[in-house]
């Protein structure tokens, strides 16, 4: 698999590993006798995102048969924080609705990582 169909493959797993995390984070929330905006952001959203990150990796690793060096990894962490910081901001500021927020969130990530991914010749 050359090009594209890797890291398009390994984004869907990613997003659906997001998708599962964020219902998980939702449980986990309800559960908690009290919670904060803070709290509600690591459950469900940093945590899902961290966690497709490493489903993103693993997978992209079987698909395309490149490995992300420590370095690569750091530099995704931090991105998926900054994107879904200032995603979940507009939300909050009631700029976006959820929707779009999300739509924009993806949509930066995916360009993102798959701009970072040739610029470090892993794509």
Known sequence: MN???PYTGAFALGVLAATVGAF???VVLMD???SSVLVFFVLVVLAPMLTA???FGA???VFSGFWLSPQHWLIAAGAIVVVSLFCFALVVGDVLEELPATVV???LLFAGGRFGLQRADLA
């Open 105 to 107: 969130m993806m949509t």
């Open 3 to 5: 090009g594209w169909l």
């Open 24 to 26: 998980m984070g939702f």
């Open 32 to 34: 908690l006798p009290k």
């Open 53 to 55: 990150l490493l489903v």
């Open 59 to 61: 997978f992209y690793r």
